[in-house]
């Protein structure tokens, strides 16, 4: 069974730019994950998706972050415009069902804001 | 606000030796929690879970103990291999409304010692 997929694996950007991350995830789970983890630090959930529903993006920042997942399968999450605190990992997850089922992480995208 | 996880950055441990890395949580609601293990340059993987009717779970080699009444969770690796070399993560589930939200804590790194 193929993994979570993320892409790019590593990006380097000015501030003020935009930067966009894509994630195809385990084929058939319906919750789709984004989390961002700051070096040394715990994952930090940023959304969760329920097939192509918005379940929870309280934690984040929606002046310049955004997330979509169209059909319910591959999702984005665009930064725009990035912040030198934003360099972190941003990691995708999915699982089959709620976040009490297994959740499957992909390898991340390192964001480095300079 | 977050407080999922013991502050203890490093544990350095003989191999073949047992590891026991500790988490404290905060939310007496918390109702699932898990163990996951992050290689350098890799997602977090599932190691194991356990609900909060239990007290005991056991794996291949991990052992997971939940102490509700402390709010306290452990993880016990048997026979430590150089290969367990990782940081670990506590996660909890915080049933939120009609949803769960799943809070990492800060992590354990795990050191290996030959």
């Known amino acids: 069974e193929a993994g979570v997929a993320q892409s790019p694996r590593y990006k380097i950007i000015e501030k003020r730019q935009s930067v966009a991350f894509w994630c195809n995830p385990i084929?058939?789970?319906?919750?789709l994950y984004w989390y961002q983890q700051i070096l040394g630090q715990g994952p930090k959930l940023l959304i969760q998706?329920?097939?192509?529903?918005?379940?929870?993006d309280s934690q984040l920042p929606k002046d310049r972050f955004s997330a979509e997942r169209l059909k319910g399968v591959d999702s984005t999450l665009k930064i725009q415009p990035a912040k030198l605190e934003d360099s972190a990992v941003y990691l995708c997850?999915?699982?089959?069902?709620?976040?009490?089922?297994?959740?499957?992480f992909g390898p991340g995208t390192r964001l480095l804001v300079l | 606000g977050e407080s999922v996880g013991l502050h203890l950055p490093t544990l350095s441990v003989q191999e073949g030796d047992n590891s026991i890395i500790n988490c404290a949580y905060s939310?007496?609601?918390?109702?699932?929690f898990i163990w996951y293990k992050q290689e350098s340059g890799k997602g977090p993987q599932f190691i194991i879970d356990?609900?909060?009717?239990?007290d005991k779970r056991q794996g291949q080699r991990v052992t997971v103990l939940l102490n509700k009444t402390v709010k306290h969770l452990s993880l016990q690796i048997a026979a430590t291999q150089p290969g367990d070399s990782a940081v670990y993560f506590c996660?909890?589930?915080?049933?939120?409304?009609?949803?769960?939200?799943?809070?990492f804590g800060k992590g354990t790194r795990l050191h290996i010692l030959p």
């Open positions: 084929s058939g789970h319906a919750t």
């Open positions: 356990i609900r909060s009717n239990m």
């Open positions: 998706f329920q097939n192509n529903g918005v379940v929870d």
């Open positions: 939310n007496s609601a918390s109702d699932y």
């Open positions: 997850a999915s699982s089959a069902g709620g976040p009490q089922e297994t959740q499957y």
């Open positions: 996660a909890e589930n915080r049933p939120l409304n009609r949803d769960d939200k799943i809070i």
